[in-house]
């Protein structure tokens, strides 16, 4: 199967920098996607990664080792705004570019 | 721009009950998947579709079946509806995958479903 794998719940403080990490399994791998839910809302795009590296934009960035089959999302200067869960998806070109998710890290946000 | 509309948004079944979740999207998508989302949890996939007249099986594809018969719709039909379907159903879509930039996937607003 295509395992995805992420923390389940994480928590910071408002105005420090959070990292979630994703690992994944390598065989097939074909773009890797970050996206925010919400609680009762559909995901948003936050992110995407097919090469390796960083990719910036504003307060969040993502990050891939496409060798070591992992990501990480790294959110700086926390708000409040920033609770939600995080979930990491990985499409697969080995499967019809089946695109499926990791079970989500919930965080919380502290004042 | 509608981009992936879903109905209904609420809908309770009986168990034993049919009923179809339609989605459509006006953005000439190849792509386009079901998933589900059970509370507190990721989303599992369903079924997915990579054009009209394909469609493929994802994780948890018991108890449901889709069809493509235009790139615009996608629906989903759950003939026996059963409490463990009790879930909220996302439709997504996407164009075609290989050199796709990321941010082209695009998701409904959901379908909440409890069947008793």
């Known amino acids: 199967g295509q395992n995805i794998d992420q923390p389940t719940e994480m928590t910071a403080t408002e105005g420090a920098i959070v990292q979630i990490n994703c690992t994944y399994q390598?065989?097939?791998?074909?773009?890797l996607f970050w996206y925010q839910q919400h609680a009762g809302e559909a995901p948003t795009f936050l992110s995407y990664n097919v090469l390796d590296g960083l990719e910036e934009k504003g307060r969040f960035s993502s990050f891939l080792s496409r060798s070591k089959g992992y990501s990480y999302l790294l959110l700086k200067e926390l708000q409040m705004k920033d609770s939600a869960s995080y979930l990491c998806?990985?499409?697969?070109?080995?499967?019809?570019?089946?695109?499926?998710f990791g079970g989500g890290t919930r965080l919380m946000v502290k004042p | 721009n509608a981009g992936v509309t879903q109905t209904p948004k609420f809908r309770i079944l009986k168990i034993g009950q049919s009923m179809t979740l339609q989605c459509a999207q006006d953005?000439?998508?190849?792509?386009m998947y079901w998933y589900r989302q059970d509370p507190g949890m990721g989303l599992k996939l369903i079924y997915y579709?990579?054009?009209?007249?394909?469609?493929d099986k994802g994780e948890v594809p018991n108890g449901y079946n889709v069809s493509r018969s235009t790139t615009e719709d996608f629906p989903l039909r759950l003939e026996l509806a059963a409490p463990s379907q009790t879930s909220v159903y996302f439709c997504?879509?996407?164009?075609?995958?290989?050199?796709?930039?990321?941010?082209?996937?695009?998701f409904g607003e959901g379908s909440w479903l409890t069947v008793v």
């Open positions: 390598t065989s097939g791998f074909n773009g």
């Open positions: 579709s990579v054009g009209a007249g394909i469609t």
């Open positions: 953005m000439n998508h190849n792509y």
């Open positions: 997504a879509s996407t164009l075609r995958g290989v050199g796709d930039s990321g941010n082209t996937i695009y």
């Open positions: 998806a990985v499409r697969w070109g080995n499967a019809g570019n089946m695109l499926t």
